[in-house]
């Protein structure tokens, strides 16, 4: 299960990273309103932990113009305002459930289970197609020219990653957290292993490499 935690707290945001991945779940940490919401609008997450009060967007107004977008998926209101009102306001926002600071842990856990549970339903095929490679993100499955391509999870996420950006430069720094965390101690030659692995993997030969290294810079998937 994915989850993206929206938490501008740095001490909180990093203890909550840390126990939710030590529960198995695989989470990329934002502590910015704006870049939660974009990551949603270019990647796939079963829960959104958004805390109220952040920068560059507020929780609620993320919540709103998510499900005014018809957003779909789960989210979990995280704030230290208790009173009624406040509840009824992030509900109507369209949060699912709303979890009041300071809370334990089990409590977190088990709300995320109860609505993780409220949220398997079956899900559309997603798939991008890049030329005559095809990408099934549901499935975690790749194909090209009709023939199955075996990847490793994280070589999966990493072409994921550049797939749902495809024709657009991704930074080295991105692809460091969303694909190995924030926290992970990896460095850039490791980056470049991966892509080198992942090329032999999906180009075929005599023909031009579906990812480019742009110097100084990061990658891009060529369409």
């Not at 993206?4 to 991945?21: F, P, Q, T, Y």
């Not at 009060?53 to 977008?69: A, F, H, T």
């Not at 989210?75 to 009824?88: E, G, H, N, P, Y």
């Not at 079956?122 to 090209?144: F, G, K, Y």
Request: glycine content about 6%; some cysteine.
């Amino acid at each position: 299960m994915r989850i993206l935690l929206a938490e501008d707290d740095r001490k909180l945001g990093n203890l909550i990273a840390h126990m939710l991945k030590k529960e198995r779940y695989a989470v990329d940490w934002t502590m910015n309103g704006m870049e939660a919401y974009e990551r949603l609008g270019a990647e796939l997450y079963d829960l959104l932990i958004l805390d109220w009060m952040m920068p560059g967007k507020d929780g609620i107004s993320v919540c709103r113009d998510l499900r005014q977008e018809g957003y779909q998926g789960a989210i979990l209101l995280l704030t230290a305002r208790d009173s009624v009102d406040d509840r009824v306001c992030g509900l109507d926002a369209g949060a699912d459930d709303y979890l009041v600071k300071p809370f334990d842990f089990a409590e977190l856990f088990a709300r995320i289970r109860s609505l993780l549970r409220r949220r398997q339903l079956p899900l559309a095929e997603e798939v991008i197609p890049i030329r005559d490679l095809l990408l099934n993100c549901n499935q975690r499955s790749v194909q090209r020219n009709g023939e199955d391509i075996q990847l490793t999870p994280r070589e999966f996420q990493l072409l994921e990653l550049l797939a749902r950006n495809r024709g657009h430069i991704v930074p080295r720094d991105t692809i460091l957290d969303r694909v190995w965390g924030y926290d992970a101690e990896v460095s850039s030659n490791t980056l470049d292993a991966f892509v080198r692995l992942l090329r032999k993997k999906i180009d075929r030969p005599g023909e031009s490499t579906l990812i480019r290294n742009v110097r100084g810079i990061g990658y891009k998937l060529e369409v």
